[in-house]
């Protein structure tokens, strides 16, 4: 009976990670709009919501890679028990946070000067740092250093909420 108790609480903690990466990563399709609004402003409300209804399958997917690590250490705390599972995902989650956070902060603030969202292609930039920040303005950089650490530190905070219950 404790067993299966057990069992249930990994279940549900697994598929709360998952749903909660995707409201996240829903929140942040009008964030990025907001923040980018003079090339918004045109869109109507309803095509506001198209674009986190359209993004939802993404954002599925990816909620989904983020949470098999999870998954697997719930797996394996199955046979081995122990604290240190829990210091483990909470050490993912940060990570996890850290790299959300950068991303999503990059992307508001590249998007009007390349025109296009951050993906693989960035890393053809990043070989050449010099052409990568050719566009960078510092005062720019230092508020979108900030934005990304609060953005961090709110995930952080959010999804560690569903690892200390």
């Not at 923040?35 to 095509?47: D, I, K, T, V």
């Not at 599972?85 to 992307?107: E, G, H, N, Q, T």
């Not at 930039?125 to 934005?147: D, G």
Request: hydrophobic share 60%.
């Amino acid at each position: 009976m404790a067993k299966t108790i057990f069992m249930k609480h990994r279940v549900i903690f697994i598929l709360a990670l998952f749903f909660s990466f995707v409201l996240l990563f829903a929140v942040q399709k009008p964030l990025f709009m907001l923040y980018n609004y003079p090339l918004a402003r045109e869109a109507a409300f309803g095509e506001w919501l198209a674009v986190i209804w359209h993004g939802l399958s993404l954002d599925m997917t990816v909620a989904g890679y983020l949470t098999i690590i999870p998954a697997l250490i719930c797996i394996l705390s199955i046979w081995w028990s122990g604290g240190f599972w829990r210091k483990i995902l909470k050490v993912y989650i940060i990570v996890v946070s850290v790299v959300v956070a950068a991303v999503f902060a990059v992307d508001m603030a590249l998007y009007p000067y390349w025109g296009l969202r951050v993906d693989a292609s960035i890393w053809f930039y990043l070989a050449s740092t010099r052409e990568a920040m050719a566009s960078v303005i510092f005062w720019e950089t230092a508020r979108q250093i900030r934005l990304g650490i609060a953005y961090g530190i709110g995930v952080n905070y959010f999804l560690g909420k569903l690892i200390l219950q």
